[in-house]
């Protein structure tokens, strides 16, 4: 009768299994699961890949590699200025060692008689690293204050160490106590 021994076959297009996330930081960009299509993947922020951001769906229907993983970024610590503590942190991650997550805020400040030269916060950025460097902790007098019927020159808010000071009294009074020796350094 003429008829074939087996029905025709019949042809499938070449699909690679579905991908199942299990990393709650990670979605998907793009998804192709045909054959010459590709998976394209994201991590949430405050987080990067760990293995390639992409993988190709291959003519054998097996995908190109493993589905990749979403990693902390972190900073590692700053340091503390000489003469400087360090404030407040938020955001801090304990991993065995002291590491900031992204969006950490850390605030420094310095101890009496000295003045914080520098950013007094700095924040753990996307890249890894710090927003700013550390400050550092310079030592430096305040403004003593005019004396009684007199003025003090030079000016200025701080005075740094070795800085003089020049005392001139008003008018009808005389200059006491610096037993005629130059002028005093500030304290």
């Given amino acids: 009768l003429g008829n074939w021994s087996s029905p025709s076959p019949n042809c499938h297009p070449i699909q690679c299994p579905p991908l199942?996330?299990?990393d709650p930081h990670l979605s998907l960009v793009e998804l192709n699961t045909s054959a010459w299509g590709r998976a394209v993947f994201r991590c949430a922020w405050g987080y990067r890949l760990s293995g390639p951001p992409g993988l190709e769906c291959e003519p054998n229907g097996r995908w190109s590699g493993p589905i990749p993983r979403?990693?902390?970024?972190?900073?590692?610590?700053?340091?503390?200025?000489?003469?400087?503590r360090i404030?407040?942190?938020?955001?801090?991650?304990?991993?065995?060692?002291?590491?900031?997550?992204?969006?950490?805020?850390?605030?420094?400040s310095c101890t009496e008689g000295h003045m914080l030269v520098g950013e007094a916060s700095i924040v753990c950025t996307e890249t890894g690293f710090w927003s700013h460097p550390p400050p550092f902790c310079k030592a430096q007098c305040p403004y003593p204050g005019d004396p009684p019927n007199g003025l003090i020159a030079p000016l200025k808010f701080y005075y740094d160490p070795g800085d003089y000071l020049t005392v001139q009294c008003r008018p009808g009074?005389?200059?006491h106590g610096a037993n005629g020796g130059p002028p005093e350094r500030p304290r």
């Fill in 87 to 108: 404030d407040g942190t938020s955001g801090l991650n304990t991993f065995g060692q002291r590491r900031y997550a992204v969006g950490a805020l850390v605030t420094f």
């Fill in 70 to 84: 979403c990693r902390a970024i972190q900073c590692p610590q700053p340091l503390v200025p000489i003469n400087g």
């Fill in 173 to 175: 009074f005389v200059e």
């Fill in 20 to 22: 199942f996330l299990e």
